[in-house]
């Protein structure tokens, strides 16, 4: 790999621990529903844990509630079971048409608590920057010691990587801090 290759690398490898925050943020939940939050919910189908939204359509009919609608009718009852055990605190009422999830209006101590995994993911999400940034680094050393690239050319890819890392930061933490207001908003 040559050098601009291991910069290149570098950053899309930043630019995935980006995007894997940002859909981590997208499964927590707000006080408005969203059909993230049930990403993390599988469902015994057929013997195989299937994605909720594999075996059924999932619709926002009011702005805190969510529509689960079967594909099979006779899946109701496994994923109500499904939902219970998910950990999102929200119990799914059955009616005519599907399975309703009716979020509930955040009390402020749920919203600090979700405030503080925001802090924590983006936390997170810096480490991974830092880690890509030190693997990029090693990789430039490593073109140094085999002689394909000089002392100068070293610094100054060390330098361009360091500025792709603050660059990472700096949007890991502001997008933190839209989350974050996103949650607080009443």
Not at 155 to 178: N, P
């Amino acid at each position: 790999m040559t050098a601009q290759e291991i910069v290149k690398d570098s950053e899309h490898k930043m630019e995935g621990a980006i995007e894997a925050m940002v859909h981590d943020f997208s499964t927590y939940r707000t006080g408005r529903a969203s059909p993230a939050v049930l990403e993390r919910v599988h469902v015994e189908y057929y013997g195989t844990e299937t994605p909720l939204n594999q075996i059924a359509n999932v619709s926002i009919p009011e702005p805190r509630q969510l529509l689960i609608q079967p594909y099979e009718k006779n899946m109701t009852p496994v994923i109500e079971k499904a939902i219970l055990k998910s950990d999102l605190g929200i119990n799914p009422i059955t009616d005519g048409s599907g399975i309703r999830l009716t979020f509930p209006a955040m009390t402020e101590e749920r919203r600090r608590d979700m405030v503080k995994q925001v802090h924590t993911r983006v936390e997170q999400a810096c480490v991974a920057l830092r880690n890509v940034r030190k693997h990029g680094n090693d990789h430039l050393k490593a073109a140094k010691d085999a002689k394909t690239i000089t002392e100068d050319e070293l610094k100054h890819l060390e330098t361009d990587v360091q500025k792709l890392t603050d660059k990472f930061v700096a949007r890991a933490h502001e997008l933190g801090k839209k989350k974050e207001a996103e949650l607080m908003e009443v």
